[in-house]
């Protein structure tokens, strides 16, 4: 490759360019998918890597589906080499042999993009589909005997060979999923979306030509590596500790599950070591290296100059090592169950690291956010017939606080970072045998700080269609609650409750139980975590809260040390100053007494 | 005095009132003042005085003579962005008062998926004014829970007493039913007559509740202040002589009568910039071009929609600001580009410019008041603007603030002041030419197969070089350029959109239950025509209904078409919906069912005839008009450029690049790589060699 001299100006407009055909590709998914998670929720990731699998452009997408992707480009190349043509398709959705995917619903499309017969780059859209076969339609379904109990496994295989569809091989696919129509046309949405990302990269080749394309490329990945190692030597050196569980794996119920991280920073380096973290278990929670890696470089991302934000690339990785023992719940080999790995353990790999990074940087502190609360519903619609799979993201609570914010309102699953969404109510009664009673934020249900998590949510709605099954699939949080960081409270434990005949049953997450019609699926899903001390929130932050019901007044003088007139609902100042005044003497107190 | 009879258009922005005034003769003649941001009303009676002294009349004698008044205002966008709406709170069905703050889960569109460190979503209304009361509708439209009255009535004291000055009804499923909507409002009405309602399903009657319910809440906060102004405005104009006929210009691209605009405040977000496709599609047409990309860059911001066969691009998926918009709006795509954009060198060392502004304070430095480098400061550097001809050489400008400003960012780039302008002025004509790609590739087009048409002060600087790196080989700047959306509003059509929610597979959906909901809307359309006047026979009716294949989420527009309503005719319009989707999203999928989601009406009036007026022909040569030579840099050379007389041109004169034309209120700048050609309606026409 030739070697020429960019200006930054070209860099910059390179780079952008890369960035728009990036948010194009979700768009022609959004508008032509007909699958709920895929079209509206946004389960979807698309980028753009090198011929070598280094991470070029990440604007949009799940940590998961995409970050970890340089391994499965790596692995692509080394299986067909010479076989690679102008025009050809992959699909893979296999964690193991060479897919290096979280689990097995979302299929990945990989098309290599070849200029004046040289191959450039791959573009990636990967999607979550409706169904991927197995046991239970959906994906997220707890002890499954191996991977293969799961649902289908497509090793990475060619779908298009130098233009034309391998018809026969995608109809044997299709064939070994629930719904085979709707899939074919995700998968026609998704592929449409790697041709335009060809052709719109054909033409940035074309207007700047390869070699200053090329070198653009290569300079912007130089620039963010050494932005990031600056960033990581601002760090203490150091090492820092996180850990965060989830309930169960499925399978031995009850019994919590760790992740185990320690951050090491020395200079311009940084080491994120899972060692310690519990074995590989039989349930659905565990996580190849490609998923752990790719959750545990988006914490650390989220900890850096937000100044950076959007120039996030291979550089970004390259000071950061990600080492994880072998055949354990964050490292594990094949037939291990992956189903639920996108959510717990992903959650608790982005929690440890997010706990460590903020006792290394506590003024770029990032809480736990509120715990999933997903479940698959499926059995039939009584008003066509159809047989239906319901799950989405509505019924999740809040985004955990930072360092000098509130957490955001409504977004919902740390692993998904806010990609995702939530649907609307009328669509969904609409198209589903379910009417909702309540969807609403809730009262002092959130972890409180000097910054508090985003609101919980209280869900509800009655089932008016088939008798049916759900699994609760990725939920979590019942037991073991979120961080809170430097000071601030944890995210507290959610519920989910079937109320049948009036008598509230409690449903626990990663289980799967049959559900009737005329049931209630009642959930309490907790709010994100707080950071700093709730004592040291702005007096009239919290009367705001109160204002608002998010904070009752019992609250905001028991844990905020903020009087609020009943009345009036205006701070107390004279009593809030006494409220606060004892805690300081309290933890004076306590200082002298511990030393 | 039939003769004297006057058309005016105002166009009210953030910074200029802007003033065309059509004469009976067909001259336009162009004014500008200052705009009053606490009652607009004033510098748009300024600018109106303006244009009378010009024509030696009172101001009594000049608006008798003015039979139509074409208004767009940025006072709905303006009071939206800046939070000055009013106090406003939300009735809706009770378990579900945090659709406004869950906001389904979205973030602000512009910031990172990385980034998490953004103050959280504060909502219009604030959840203590988010009320939940006893009702239900399904989405059947059938009612399973009556509303409670004296809940409603209990509420709405409640609310008078703690001052609110809006209400937005917003219950789950309205689209399908309004009773329960429209009683609320009522009992709102009772107990508080002076406070502003909505509801809505009169707001948009269709499904999907954050986007409705946001849309009205918009509304309702916008609404006081819009019907203020409106009201202020027309008694305003009364008492001033005017008798004519004052028509609003909407966010769809069509104008309204004032009384059909002031409880329906929302529908005036964008009016201004909405106008100037309109202008755009009437310019091309004098070229016979139907396909066309209209841009108006102006001091902060930089728009650009799409003309494709003569039709203007509509959506509705706005975004205005933070909010959703879910009425139907041209589809416009806004950038933080203009000629006070500020450059700086971001984390990585590059050079950032825009989205900030320096707006009108401190303003660019070559203003004399700020520093910091801007667009302008680099178009004055690089010798495209002149420093003793702006605004007509109402304000001088400061090329040595200008040339020290781009020293505070080349030593960090490591280069001269003139390679720094020119790198500003590089990157932002990228930035813009992203963003008209990125709007080409939504909507499935070429943008070579389009003429450019460049409206806004800075439109004609950057056009010629923005054409030449996107590789569109036609470009127009008409004569009135900087008043672009005031010249829009001559071109517009009048009229109004309708829509109902009907969801049915082709295959399924009956016929009549279809056939009267376009009659009904069509009923609709003609009693408001009736009411500006126009019958029945002067109406176009487009129906569109929004299909999408079984099972996907998002809806297509398609026409289809007028009278007696066959199967023939849906099944016709399912094929044309295949058509689209192929050429939009590069597949379709025929062996798939179609369904309809929203049947759509738009009904419009021509509007009446209208010209350009002429100049005087000349012959190729241009050199009658030229002014002077100034340096100027042309692909880092440094160029003896031409600069003509925009007031000397004559029809038929060629221009070759590089050169520049100097006009009163903007500057056309042709770039080597294009020649010039002048029309008889002195429109610079741009054409690659």
Avoid at chain 1, 354 to 373: N, Y
Avoid at chain 2, 194 to 212: A, K, L, M
């Amino acid at each position: 490759m030739g070697k020429v001299n960019v200006d930054a100006t070209t860099i910059a407009t390179v780079w952008h360019g890369m960035q728009t055909i990036c948010k194009e590709m979700r768009y022609i998914v959004d508008r032509t998918a007909q699958n709920y998670l895929i079209a509206q929720l946004h389960d979807v990731s698309v980028g753009i890597w090198g011929a070598d699998g280094s991470t070029i452009a990440v604007p949009v997408g799940l940590p998961v589906q995409f970050l970890g992707t340089q391994f499965a480009v790596q692995d692509l190349i080394k299986k067909f080499g010479d076989d690679i043509k102008p025009g050809d398709l992959f699909l893979t959705n296999d964690p193991y042999h060479g897919g290096h995917n979280c689990h097995l619903p979302d299929w990945g499309f990989f098309r290599p993009i070849f200029y004046e017969d040289e191959l450039l780059f791959f573009t990636l859209c990967r999607a979550h589909q409706q169904d991927t076969g197995g046991a239970f339609p959906g994906g997220y379904f707890p002890d499954g005997y191996d991977i293969h109990a799961e649902g289908i496994c497509i090793p990475p295989v060619k779908v298009h060979e130098e233009g034309v569809e391998q018809t026969s091989i995608l109809e044997l696919i299709w064939n070994n999923v629930r719904w085979p129509e709707g899939t074919k046309i995700d998968n026609y949405a998704m592929i449409g979306a790697t041709k335009m990302s060809e052709k719109r990269i054909i033409g940035l080749l074309d207007r700047y030509g390869k070699d200053t394309v090329m070198s653009c490329v290569d300079e912007m990945l130089k620039r963010t590596e050494r932005a990031v190692r600056k960033e990581i030597r601002k760090i203490p050196d150091g090492t820092y500790h996180g850990a965060a569980a989830t309930d169960d794996d499925g399978s031995v119920l009850d019994v919590p599950v760790w992740v185990r991280v320690a951050v090491t920073v020395k200079g311009e380096k940084m080491t994120l070591d899972f060692d310690g973290s519990d074995p590989q278990q039989k349930g659905f929670i565990n996580s190849v290296y490609a998923t752990t890696y790719a959750n545990a470089i988006a914490a650390v991302v989220l900890c850096l100059d937000p100044a950076l934000a959007d120039y996030h690339n291979q550089g970004t990785m390259e000071p950061i090592t990600v080492r994880t023992p072998e055949e354990s719940v964050v490292n594990c080999v094949y037939p291990a169950t992956t189903g639920a790995s996108p959510v717990n353990v992903g959650v608790q790999v982005m929690e440890a690291v997010l706990e460590a990074c903020s006792k290394a940087r506590p003024d770029r502190s990032v809480a736990s956010w509120g715990k999933h609360r997903g479940d698959y519903v499926f059995a039939v619609d009584p008003r066509t017939g159809e047989r239906y799979v319901r799950t989405s993201f509505d019924y999740d609570g809040g985004a955990g606080a930072v360092w000098g914010y509130d957490g955001y309102q409504g977004v919902s699953c740390l692993t998904a970072m806010g990609a995702v969404n939530r649907g609307d109510v009328e669509e969904m009664e609409a198209r589903l045998p379910w009417h909702l009673i309540k969807y609403e934020m809730v009262t002092d249900f959130t972890g409180n700080g000097r910054w508090r998590g985003g609101p919980g949510v209280h869900w509800e709605a009655l089932n008016e269609g088939t008798d049916g099954q759900v699994s609760t699939g990725s939920s979590d949080g019942d037991e073991v609650m979120g961080f809170g960081a430097v000071g601030g409270g944890a995210s507290p434990q959610s519920r989910t409750y079937l109320v049948r005949n009036g008598e509230k049953i409690r449903l626990k997450p990663h289980r799967r139980v049959v559900i009737k019609n005329g049931d209630i699926m009642l959930k309490h899903s907790s709010g994100g975590g707080g950071v700093g001390d709730p004592a040291k929130r702005d007096p009239h932050m919290v009367q705001e809260d109160v204002e608002n019901e998010l904070v009752s007044i019992k609250e905001a003088k028991s844990v905020y040390k903020v009087a609020i007139n009943p009345n009036t609902l205006e701070v107390d100042m004279a009593k809030t100053k006494k409220l606060r005044a004892n805690i300081r003497k309290k933890n004076k107190t306590k200082k002298r007494s511990a030393a | 005095m039939e003769s004297a009879k006057k058309r005016v258009c105002l166009d009210v922005g953030g910074t200029f009132t802007d003033c065309l005034v059509m004469d009976a003769s067909g001259d336009l003649t162009s004014f500008k003042s200052a705009t009053t941001p606490n009652d607009p009303s004033d510098g748009l009676l300024d600018t109106l005085k303006k244009a009378a002294a010009n024509f030696q009349q009172d101001i009594k004698d000049f608006m008798g003579d003015v039979e139509l008044l074409v208004h767009g205002t940025t006072l709905a966008t303006n009071t939206l962005i800046t939070g000055k709406g009013a106090k406003t709170a939300m009735i809706t069905t009770e378990g579900f008062r945090d659709i406004l703050e869950i906001r389904r889960g979205i973030k602000p569109l512009d910031i990172s998926l990385f980034n998490l460190f953004i103050p959280p979503n504060r909502p219009l209304i604030p959840r203590s004014r988010r009320i939940g009361v006893e009702e239900r509708t399904l989405f059947t439209g059938e009612i399973s829970v009556p509303l409670n009255e004296n809940e409603v009535a209990k509420i709405v004291t409640r609310f008078k007493k703690s001052g609110i000055e809006a209400i937005a009804v917003c219950f789950l499923h309205s689209y399908a039913n309004g009773t329960n909507e429209r009683r609320a409002a009522d009992i709102c009405k009772e107990v508080a007559p002076d406070i502003y309602v909505t509801t809505s399903h009169e707001t948009i009657q269709v499904w999907r509740e954050f986007e409705r319910f946001n849309t009205t809440a918009v509304g309702a906060y916008v609404g006081p202040a819009v019907a203020r102004y409106l009201v202020g405005l027309e008694a305003r104009l009364k008492d001033s002589g005017f008798e004519g006929t004052l028509l609003m210009m909407l966010a769809n691209g069509l104008v309204q009568r004032v009384d059909q605009c002031v409880n329906r405040g929302v529908h005036l977000l964008n009016s201004g910039p909405a106008a100037a496709p309109a202008g755009a599609a009437y310019l091309g047409g004098l070229l016979g071009k139907k396909d066309l990309v209209a841009v108006d860059m102006g001091g902060t911001s930089f728009e650009v929609c799409m003309i494709h066969n003569g039709e203007i691009m509509t959506t509705t998926e706005s975004w205005v600001g933070d909010q959703r918009i879910a009425i139907k709006m041209i589809d416009l795509e806004t950038a933080g580009a203009g000629g006070g954009s500020v450059a700086s060198i971001d984390s990585l060392g590059l050079l950032k410019v825009g989205p900030e502004s320096a707006a009108a304070d401190p303003g660019p430095a070559c203003y004399g008041k700020g520093k910091i480098p801007t667009v302008t400061d680099a178009d004055l550097v690089l010798g495209y603007i002149p420093d003793d001809y702006f605004l007509g050489g109402e304000m001088k400008l400061d090329v040595d603030h200008a040339n020290n400003s781009m020293k505070s960012i080349s030593k960090k780039m490591g280069v001269d002041k003139i390679k720094t302008a020119q790198a500003i002025f590089d990157s932002i004509n990228t930035t813009m030419a992203d963003e008209i790609t990125a709007i080409s590739t939504k909507r499935g087009h070429d943008i070579r197969e389009f003429v450019l048409v460049a409206g806004g002060g800075g439109g004609p600087i950057h056009a010629g070089f923005l054409a030449d790196y996107l590789d569109i080989p036609t470009v127009i700047i008409p004569p009135v350029a900087a008043l672009f959306s005031a010249f829009g509003m001559f071109a517009m059509d009048l009229g109004q959109d309708f829509a109902r929610s009907y969801i049915a597979r082709i295959e399924s959906a009956n016929i009549r239950d279809i056939a009267n909901l376009y009659k009904e809307m069509e009923s609709e359309a003609f009693e408001t025509f009736a009411v500006h006047g126009v019958s029945k026979k002067d109406i176009t009716l487009q129906r569109t209904a929004d299909m999408r294949y079984i099972g996907q989420f998002m809806e297509v527009e398609t026409e289809l078409q007028n009278g007696t309503l066959t199967k023939k005719i849906l099944h016709a319009g399912a094929e044309a919906f295949s058509k689209k989707h192929e050429a939009l999203y590069t597949f379709s999928m025929p062996w798939k069912g179609v369904e309809i989601l929203t049947l759509r009406l738009k009904a419009s009036a021509d509007k009446a005839p209208f010209h350009l007026p002429k100049i005087k022909r000349g012959k190729a040569n241009p050199s009658a008009a030229l002014k002077r030579k100034r340096m100027a840099w042309f692909q880092g050379k440094r160029l003896k450029t031409p600069v003509y007389d925009g007031a000397l041109v004559r029809a038929g004169n060629k221009i070759p690049g590089p050169a520049i034309i100097e006009e009163s209120t903007t500057t056309v700048v042709i770039p080597e790589s294009y020649t010039c050609r002048v029309d008889g309606h002195k429109n610079y026409i741009l054409t690659r060699n």
